[in-house]
């Protein structure tokens, strides 16, 4: 049985036009993880969510993850059961502006 996250995310309240349009040139140039099976926006336009297969490379993942702390607020989860990673959805969910 493959390990499964789903990693939900946030935009950041108070967003500018200007702030989206980087967020936007930071998703071309980054991406997103090779693990990722599925990514849906919500319906709302506030945030989305993924599921990704277990990376080979947590911490390149993880890496990747934070270039997008900036405009995004990350909660990581993993099965079975959707159970909460709390080490990993504790480096998610902190703030980090820089």
Request: charged share 30%; hydrophobic share 30%.
């Amino acid at each position: 049985m493959k390990r499964l996250y789903m990693t939900m995310y946030r935009y950041r309240e108070g967003l500018s036009e200007d702030d989206r349009r980087k967020l936007t040139t930071k998703f071309l140039e980054t991406g997103i993880s090779p693990g990722v099976i599925a990514h849906y926006e919500r319906l709302d336009g506030k945030g989305a969510f993924m599921v990704e297969e277990q990376p080979e490379d947590a911490a390149s993942s993880f890496e990747l993850t934070l270039k997008y702390t900036p405009w995004i607020e990350f909660e990581c989860s993993r099965s079975p059961r959707w159970r909460r990673h709390s080490r990993l959805s504790n480096a998610c969910t902190a703030d980090n502006q820089g």
